[in-house]
T-cell receptor
Framework: AQSVTQLGSHVSVSEGALVLLRCNYS??????LFWYVQYPNQGLQLLLK??????LVKGINGFEAEFKKSETSFHLTKPSAHMSDAAEYFC????????????FGQGTELSVKP | EPEVTQTPSHQVTQMGQEVILRCVPI?????FYWYRQILGQKVEFLVS????????KSEIFDDQFSVERPDGSNFTLKIRSTKLEDSAMYFC?????????????FGSGTRLTVV
């Protein structure tokens, strides 16, 4: 079955430290890849997406992610964490020829310590 | 920035009652979706809708669920006879294209509590 795996349900970093949230997918054909952020009691906000072209994509709030086909990964990074980055982060894929539905990972809760 | 609007933000209902969750997608979007997130679990696909019919549905979307676009702007999810396990956050989403190359825009969700 096609799936999305986010390694680590909770990640804690210090303010100013590197943020690395991991996402791996299982698919024989590269999918479209998305990262969404969910702040408490809010909806899902698109951070960034990869569809085609350049494998390093930049998103909002200083986040970026790199699609690595050989590793079937799409890890999310930010060089310097800010307190306001504390939220739940979801990786999602839209599989080729699987309609428009998104398959989500289980989410990673990011905590930022002062 | 165009938004997907969902109402109500919270709904409490008794088991066995019917509920209708409402969504107003972005006006030029053609593809519409419902997802749900049970507390502490991942976001799950329920159904996609295009050209006034269901494009795809998950195994979760059984006969108790239905969707409708009654007036060209609203997109509704109806649960006919709610069960305790229907308690979840329900998200509506829309996209301009089926592939989501433009991304999918999600609403803020409706938290449904079945008691």
């Amino acid at each position: 079955a096609q799936s999305v795996t986010q390694l680590g349900s909770h990640v804690s970093v210090s303010e100013g430290a590197l943020v690395l949230l991991r996402c791996n997918y299982s698919s024989s054909v590269p999918p479209y890849l998305f990262w969404y952020v969910q702040y408490p009691n809010q909806g899902l906000q698109l951070l960034l997406k990869y569809t085609t072209g350049a494998t390093l994509v930049k998103g909002i709030n200083g986040f970026e992610a790199e699609f690595k086909k050989s590793e079937t990964s799409f890890h999310l990074t930010k060089p310097s964490a800010h307190m306001s980055d504390a939220a739940e982060y979801f990786c999602a894929v839209r599989l080729y020829n699987q309609g428009g539905k998104l398959i989500f990972g289980q989410g990673t809760e990011l905590s930022v310590k002062p | 920035e165009p938004e997907v609007t969902q109402t109500p933000s919270h709904q409490v209902t008794q088991m066995g009652q019917e509920v209708i969750l409402r969504c107003v997608p972005i006006s030029n979007h053609l593809y519409f979706y419902w997802y749900r997130q049970i507390l502490g679990q991942k976001v799950e696909f329920l159904v996609s809708f295009y050209n006034n019919e269901i494009s795809e549905k998950s195994e979760i979307f059984d006969d108790q669920f239905s969707v409708e676009r009654p007036d060209g702007s609203n997109f509704t999810l109806k649960i006919r006879s709610t069960k305790l396990e229907d308690s979840a956050m329900y998200f509506c989403a829309s996209s301009e294209s089926t592939g989501g190359m433009d991304g999918y825009t999600f609403g803020s969700g409706t938290r449904l509590t079945v008691v």
